[in-house]
């Protein structure tokens, strides 16, 4: 099954170990690039189920979940938050090691926020208070999200995700290219909190005032599509993107966008476009501003705004570099944090 695959390789060397004696493993139903940048640093072992058609997702992994668990038996288990998935990690806690086991929970915003309404909002509130019981520690990305957690856990520590380290890939790729493409990049994924309508009017104005070629990343609905879009020989829309081709798409740019309309949504965009050293335009909420401060540009949800605010950043040097030490000062003091609030865990 191509979608299934387990680092053994990464399983082989030795587990991370806080108290002298925890072996640990972080296990996830989802490839996601915060997982990555933690699995990193940590240096934990992981082990990925990544297919996200329903029916395999959960019928196979649960399957995968519990067998991977009892194969290598962690005693510290790491997870990218979703409630299936917890459940079963649960099931092996109580079930398979009489409790004897810690669980992480790195928590997605939407996730943990989630609602439902109607007749079964009140069972999927009773199923979700009961599952973060067992949980040891809930790993949020910024304190807007604390106390959101901590109705549901009594530790809950912060941690952001570092500017990704591109390697120098995308300095190389500057090189060799001689020059940036032009072209704007709009990092986008299309989910809820994105301001879709808006993305799509603003890269019209964009290319119409800047003269650039648009190029909207993700796989956009067709039916949200303006027509006007499709026939602009300006705007280009490459749906999903390999990996190379979407950071030869991020290299090259002379300016990126990312939007949302969610307070408390730190942006994934935002940590590719800034480690890649791109002029970054970035939505004005509170939680964009404070975790990046002056790395990024900032606008309001309008056309000529952010038009206005990418013309400024193409104007400027990319992120100066005093901006990227403070906010790598600030993610080495909530990782401090992080890993003493994990030995303490994992300690008791």
């Not at 409630?83 to 004897?100: P, Q, T």
């Not at 050293?277 to 952010?306: K, M, N, W």
Request: neutral net charge; contains cysteine; charged residues 25%.
């Amino acid at each position: 099954m191509e979608d299934v695959f387990l680092e053994e390789e990464f399983l082989e060397e030795a587990f991370l170990d806080f108290s002298g004696k925890d072996r640990s493993l972080w296990i996830t139903w989802h490839e996601h690039r915060r997982t990555r940048s933690l699995v990193e640093h940590l240096r934990v072992p992981v082990a990925v189920y990544d297919d996200h058609r329903t029916l395999p997702r959960y019928t196979v992994g649960p399957a995968w979940t519990l067998g991977t668990l009892l194969r290598h038996r962690p005693n510290v288990v790491f997870t990218h938050f979703s409630y299936g998935l917890l459940l079963f990690i649960l099931i092996y806690k109580h079930v398979f090691r009489l409790g004897r086991v810690k669980v992480i929970a790195d928590c997605h915003n939407k996730a943990l926020k989630r609602r439902m309404g109607g007749p079964l909002g009140g069972l999927f509130a009773w199923f979700k208070r009961a599952v973060f019981r067992s949980v040891d520690l809930i790993v949020v990305t910024n304190p807007m999200v604390v106390p959101v957690a901590r109705e549901l856990c009594e530790r809950v520590t912060i941690l952001r995700d570092p500017l990704t380290d591109w390697q120098g890939e995308d300095q190389r790729a500057r090189a060799k290219a001689g020059a940036v493409d032009g072209h704007i990049l709009f990092i986008c994924s299309f989910d809820k909190d994105e301001p879709v309508d808006l993305i799509f009017a603003t890269a019209q104005e964009a290319a119409r005032r800047l003269g650039r070629r648009v190029v909207i990343s993700g796989r956009a609905p067709e039916h949200l599509v303006p027509e006007a879009v499709r026939r602009d020989e300006n705007i280009v829309l490459p749906g999903f993107m390999p990996l190379q081709q979407y950071k030869e798409t991020l290299f090259l740019a002379a300016a990126v966008v990312v939007l949302t309309e969610d307070d408390d949504c730190l942006v994934c965009g935002a940590y590719e476009s800034l480690g890649a050293d791109r002029p970054t335009v970035l939505s004005a909420t509170p939680g964009l501003q404070a975790c990046f401060g002056s790395a990024a540009h900032y606008c309001r949800h309008s056309s000529r705004e952010i038009v206005d605010r990418l013309a400024e950043a193409m104007a400027q040097e990319p992120a100066e570099e005093d901006a990227r030490r403070r906010f790598q000062a600030a993610w080495g003091q909530e990782w401090q944090a992080f890993t003493a609030r994990l030995r303490e865990v994992t300690a008791g």
